[in-house]
């Protein structure tokens, strides 16, 4: 008798524990879940403040373009990055030195002529931007015209323009300059090779000197 009811009491202190362990299971997951800190420390928003940000989690973004991301100003400054879009820096490799082929002022003709050059190498199949100022001038006392482009081709070969025609147009004044400003893109162009980038420009009628000019160009690789 007195071992059966030693089972019975065992059961029943069994019993009880089970029970306040799972009423209590609750409050202890609820706390767990709420928790004000995170190993001591709180969170902020997405937009708070970098002040307000010191010693804080920082919670991602809840809505916009950055839904999922954190703030952008996040980090003070980015690590240096060996590669640009998954390209090495020797990809973007700018030329920007321009020279006229004649110190002097150059008279244009009915034909056109070539009177500022600029190189820039390319290493892999690449946009060619350019950008050149050209400044042109008349000392007759004629109603003048002129027209200027830029053109791009290899060392020794053969040029094409890749730009519009820009005019300049000189009234019946003696004395006139104007400045023309020229902008292009190549797209398609192959890698491996130095290119000229050409400033060609042509009388259409009465009498227009060049004076001077400048042609910045660059690649910009193309990636598939």
């Not at 029943?12 to 928790?35: D, E, F, R, Y």
């Not at 920082?58 to 991301?69: I, M, N, P, Q, S």
């Not at 290119?195 to 009388?203: T, W």
């Amino acid at each position: 008798m007195t071992g059966s009811l030693r089972k019975h009491a065992a059961a029943i202190v069994v019993a009880m524990v089970t029970a306040a362990v799972t009423a209590a299971a609750p409050a202890v997951a609820g706390k767990i879940v709420n928790a004000d800190t995170l190993s001591g420390r709180s969170g902020v928003g997405c937009g708070a403040s970098v002040a307000n940000r010191i010693n804080h989690y920082v919670a991602t973004c809840a809505t916009g373009d950055r839904a999922g991301f954190l703030p952008n100003n996040i980090i003070r400054k980015a690590p240096d990055a060996d590669k640009l879009d998954g390209l090495d820096s020797t990809s973007f490799i700018p030329f920007v030195d321009g020279h006229s082929q004649n110190p002097t002022d150059v008279v244009l003709g009915s034909t056109s002529k070539v009177v500022l050059t600029a190189l820039v190498h390319v290493e892999q199949t690449s946009t060619v931007v350019a950008m050149a100022s050209v400044d042109l001038f008349t000392t007759s006392g004629s109603a003048s015209q002129a027209e200027c482009q830029l053109a791009i081709g290899p060392n020794g070969g053969l040029h094409t323009p890749f730009t519009q025609l820009t005019f300049a147009d000189f009234p019946g004044t003696q004395n006139y300059d104007v400045q023309l400003p020229i902008v292009g893109s190549a797209s398609g162009v192959q890698g491996g090779h130095d290119y000229n980038i050409l400033l060609l420009c042509k009388l259409d009628n009465g009498a227009v000197k060049y004076d001077r000019g400048d042609i910045v160009a660059w690649s910009v690789p193309e990636v598939a």
